[in-house]
């Protein structure tokens, strides 16, 4: 469902949805509940809703960080990944450049190829938990230029050496980044996390407060509230998705810059 809602919607129809139909919900069925249910409201013991509240509260709050710190850091390892495998395709490039020009300029169409598809192909695709045929061509393409190259001095050994552990090395970080692609929260989670704040917000409709307007206004704030963290864990649901997501835009700097011009 999170999924569904950071593909289709943008952060401001979202913040709106959640921000504002949350609390809108919870303050009409407020003023439902009361009708129907005016008697439970009178003898309801403040005391011990609050208590109850609090105590669900407690606990969803310690879900709901434990979830909300699982995401971030998901989102860290996934920048974390997309600056290495850059920043060893780059260092490809430079390697490289101590090969005689045939295998250099086959070097850097590869890379060239390579860049591309990531940027063009794979990064659209990995919002649907995909990775791109492209994407997986373009590495093969890096091993076949590499593979076509003998080196004929200890220069030219040692820089072709690091050159492919630049490779390996980008190969390992871009399957490790479509395996957090395709990570986010489970279903289970999902239903305890939207379930509990509904709880909670039923709850509130026991506290026996006489002026129905303050009532409202309690379980609409407290509404408010639980609508900032589904908001906050919605929009962390997965790296690649949404306006929370991790750029591409570090496969088009520095010394990769000049195969997007």
Not at 80 to 108: K, Y
Not at 180 to 187: E, Q, T
């Amino acid at each position: 469902m999170a999924d569904w809602l950071l593909r289709n919607f943008p952060t401001t129809v979202l913040a709106l949805i959640v921000l504002v139909g949350l609390p809108a919900a919870a303050a009409f069925g407020c003023i439902a509940f009361r009708r129907r249910a005016l008697h439970l409201i009178q003898a309801t013991e403040n005391d011990v809703a609050g208590v109850i509240v609090s105590i669900l509260a407690g606990i969803y709050g310690i879900v709901v960080a434990f979830v909300i710190v699982v995401l971030w850091e998901d989102l860290r390892n996934a920048q974390e990944i997309a600056s290495t495998e850059a920043n060893a395709v780059a260092q490809m490039v430079q390697d490289s450049q101590v090969f005689p020009s045939p295998n250099r300029l086959a070097v850097s169409e590869a890379v060239r190829e390579y860049v591309h598809a990531i940027v063009d192909d794979e990064w659209p695709a990995m919002r649907d938990h995909r990775e791109s045929a492209r994407a997986e061509a373009a590495v093969s393409r890096l091993y076949d230029s590499l593979r076509a190259y003998d080196p004929n001095t200890n220069a030219e050994s040692s820089f072709y050496q690091d050159a492919s552990a630049n490779l390996d090395q980008v190969d390992t970080s871009r399957r490790e980044r479509i395996r957090l692609s395709r990570r986010g929260l489970p279903g289970v989670l999902q239903v305890l996390i939207v379930g509990g704040a509904w709880l909670i917000i039923a709850f509130t409709y026991f506290f026996g407060i006489e002026k129905q307007s303050v009532h409202v206004l309690m379980s609409g704030g407290i509404a408010l509230l639980l609508g900032f963290t589904l908001l906050l864990a919605v929009l962390l649901q997965s790296p690649f998705s949404g306006d929370i997501a991790v750029s591409s835009k570090v496969f088009r700097e520095g010394i990769l810059a000049r195969f997007f011009r």
